[in-house]
């Protein structure tokens, strides 16, 4: 897998070198991240209330997202100076077990990858971490994002792109329906070369705020995966997937 940045530093394009690496499920131990960034200027001392806060955060998370259908939110601590916030965001048909097991991967990892940062979000194939002394929560964020892609190239690649943006774009109109808040959504379309798409975004958005997210995003189609066989954007708050073939369990 190579890499290249951007010129900004919160923004990074992830190039797979061979399809079967965007196949693996990573559902905690046993997969690395998928990407993370240490995303706060500002630093916390050792043994601080912050740093207690934001393990009370870890553990919290960890024990409220399985339960609640894969998502949790807390804000944890009195002061301004020392409460932390967070979230923890499974994908839509990872179960419970995993759920848990890969958002305690999470913090361990991104305590190791980013110690001592006020702000981080770290991204595995099954779930995303994020927390931060700022109160982002219910704010939409696309400036964390970063692409992935499959280096296979499609025969007609101004066919597919089409194909691949009109699924996306009928998956994010059906992310969360008035009986349904998980603000998620997969598909497929009904011809001969099926696509396979998926679409989440994280649940302290509201409906308008996800589809705007996720529009945000999937119009960076065809500039993030011109033509490839499979392609990803992910961001802090929304993230799309497309593969030529079945990804998500049912």
């Excluded at 759920?99 to 999470?106: I, P, Q, R, Y």
């Amino acid at each position: 897998m190579s890499s290249s940045t951007l010129s900004f530093p919160a923004f990074l394009i992830i190039t797979t070198l061979l399809s079967t690496l965007l196949q693996r499920t990573v559902a905690g131990a046993g997969g690395d991240p998928l990407f993370h960034f240490c995303s706060s200027p500002q630093n916390f001392s050792q043994n601080s209330p912050y740093q207690s806060n934001l393990q009370t955060l870890f553990s919290q998370l960890a024990d409220l997202a399985p339960p609640a259908a894969g998502f949790a939110k807390a804000s944890i601590g009195h002061s301004s100076i020392d409460r932390v916030n967070g979230l923890a965001l499974c994908r839509g048909d990872v179960d419970s077990d995993d759920c848990k097991t890969c958002v305690l991967e999470a913090s361990r990892e991104i305590s190791r990858r980013c110690p001592l940062n006020k702000g981080s979000v770290i991204w595995y194939d099954s779930c995303l971490l994020k927390y931060s002394d700022d109160d982002f929560l219910g704010q939409v964020d696309n400036g964390q994002r970063f692409y992935m892609w499959n280096i296979n190239v499609v025969a007609d690649p101004a066919a597919f792109n089409g194909k691949a943006k009109e699924l996306l774009g009928q998956l994010a109109k059906l992310q969360a329906p008035a009986s349904s808040k998980l603000l998620y959504a997969v598909g497929e379309t009904e011809d001969k070369k099926r696509l396979y798409g998926l679409v989440q975004c994280t649940r302290d958005l509201s409906k308008e705020d996800c589809e705007s997210c996720l529009g945000g995003i999937i119009g960076e189609l065809p500039s993030c995966c011109d033509g490839k066989e499979g392609g990803r954007v992910v961001g802090g708050s929304c993230n799309f997937r497309y593969e030529i073939y079945p990804f998500v369990g049912r």
